[in-house]
C-alpha cells in the first residue's frame, strides 16, 4: 500500500502563496490518480482536486484559477499550487491515492 506524506503547509496572509507536496512510497504511484482534500474547522472534508497519471486535472469550482495541481512521478510527488490565497482556504489539506491518505498539513490564512 502506498504512504502519502503532505508538506508545505503554514501561515500566509490573504493574496499569497503556497505550494504543498505529496511524496508517496511504492512503485504503484504512477499508476493512479492522486486526489487533494481539504478540512476545515468544524466542516466535513471536501474534495479539491485530482490529477490523474497522465495530468490530467480537476478542480473544486470555488478553487479553479486559484490552486494547480501538478506531478513528477520521476519523484513520486504530487504538488498543489495554491496562489490568491483567501482567509476561506484555512483547512488541514490531504492528499489521497486510492485507500491510502496522509497525515495532512495545516495551511492557515490570516490577515
Known amino acids: 500500500q502506498v504512504q502519502l506524506v503532505e508538506s508545505g503547509g503554514g501561515l500566509v496572509q490573504p493574496g499569497g502563496s503556497l505550494r504543498l507536496s505529496c511524496a508517496a512510497s511504492?512503485?504503484?504511484?504512477?499508476?493512479?490518480?492522486v486526489n487533494w482534500y481539504r478540512q476545515a474547522p468544524g466542516k466535513q472534508r471536501e474534495w479539491v482536486a485530482t490529477i490523474s497519471p497522465s495530468r490530467i486535472t480537476n478542480y473544486l469550482d470555488s478553487v479553479k484559477g486559484r490552486l494547480n495541481t501538478s506531478r513528477d512521478n520521476a519523484k513520486n510527488t504530487v504538488y498543489l499550487q495554491k496562489n490568491s490565497l483567501k482567509p476561506e482556504d484555512t483547512a488541514v489539506y490531504y492528499c489521497?491515492?486510492?485507500?491510502?491518505w496522509g497525515q495532512g498539513t495545516q495551511v492557515t490564512v490570516y490577515s
Open positions: 511504492g512503485s504503484i504511484f504512477n499508476l493512479y490518480a
Open positions: 489521497n491515492q486510492r485507500v491510502g
